[in-house]
């Protein structure tokens, strides 16, 4: 926050003026706003600052407020702090804070979150002055703004999430059911970022509805082994699961398959297997297919 001000009314006809001197502006603040114009969180740099208030003068001038900083991410982003929030000038004097605080889950679009404020400004002499004190030589410095280090975790928002070993098929799926262009090849691959698509099906109780396809899951998962977390955090906010089992997998039985799939769930977050689910068997018409 900007400082005040310790200034007199000067006038010829006035020989010693009251005080006059104004309060300094507010500093502004740090927020983070959902955005679906974006789709990622490369943000393009690490550090955000707002601007400084400015400090108050004579003539009861106050400063203004310092301008507020937006950083814009996708919908569907955690935000959590790491630590404490600190006001020092010198960061090193707080010692290190293991802590972390789930501030904000921004789910829609315009949701948005207070991570560090500003600092107060300071109080200039004609607001000082009271009853007992007419005439304060003092002011106020302004405070110092808030200081955090966050955690931004995308988490794809969704109302079918699609469930599968890698190669199960899942992108296949999602092209062939929805306007979404994922990368599909007649060559083993697995995804490695989250695809939604729009689905239109106007007999449906559901006239339109989102699917994701989730990145392929590998055993152990819930151990952060292979995408690990970054894949099963996508699979939190979805209403239905899509499981895609391969009929075509020599090494794993479709109903091995299910077995597997819903026990990383549950590990990694229980009772999350036990949501409503649909079973896609895919790759039948495939020579290997299971019978």
Not at 10 to 26: A, H, I, L, Q, Y
Not at 41 to 59: I, T
């Amino acid at each position: 926050g900007g400082n005040g001000c310790a200034s007199f009314f000067r006038d010829t006809r006035v020989e010693r003026g009251p005080p006059d001197g104004g309060s300094g502006g507010g500093g502004g603040s740090v927020f983070v706003r959902a955005s679906g114009g974006v789709g990622d969180l490369s943000l393009g740099r690490h550090s955000f600052r707002a601007g400084p208030g400015a400090h108050g003068s004579s003539s009861q001038m106050n400063g203004r407020r310092g301008a507020d900083v937006y950083i814009e991410v996708p919908c569907g982003t955690a935000v959590e702090r790491l630590g404490r929030v600190t006001r020092s000038v010198v960061p090193a004097l707080h010692p290190a804070d293991e802590t972390v605080t789930l501030l904000a889950n921004l789910i829609y679009e315009g949701d948005e979150v207070v991570i560090a404020a500003g600092g107060a400004g300071g109080r200039g002499n004609v607001t000082l002055r009271s009853g007992r004190l007419q005439s304060s030589r003092l002011a106020e410095d302004g405070l110092p703004g808030e200081q955090a280090t966050l955690a931004l975790t995308l988490k794809t928002v969704a109302d079918v999430g699609l469930v599968g070993f890698p190669n199960a098929g899942k992108s296949s799926l999602l092209a062939a059911i929805s306007r979404a262009t994922p990368q599909v090849a007649e060559y083993p691959f697995t995804t490695l970022h989250p695809q939604l698509g729009s689905v239109t099906a106007p007999a449906s109780p559901w006239a339109e509805f989102s699917v994701a396809d989730i990145p392929g899951l590998v055993e152990g998962a819930f151990e952060n082994r292979g995408l690990g977390h970054s894949f099963l955090s996508h699979i939190e906010r979805t209403s239905l699961l899509c499981y895609v089992l391969d009929l075509a997998c020599a090494e794993r039985h479709p109903a091995v398959q299910l077995a597997l799939l819903q026990e990383e769930l549950d590990r990694y977050l229980p009772g999350l297997a036990a949501r409503p689910c649909i079973i896609a068997a895919n790759k039948a018409d495939a020579s290997a297919a299971a019978a």
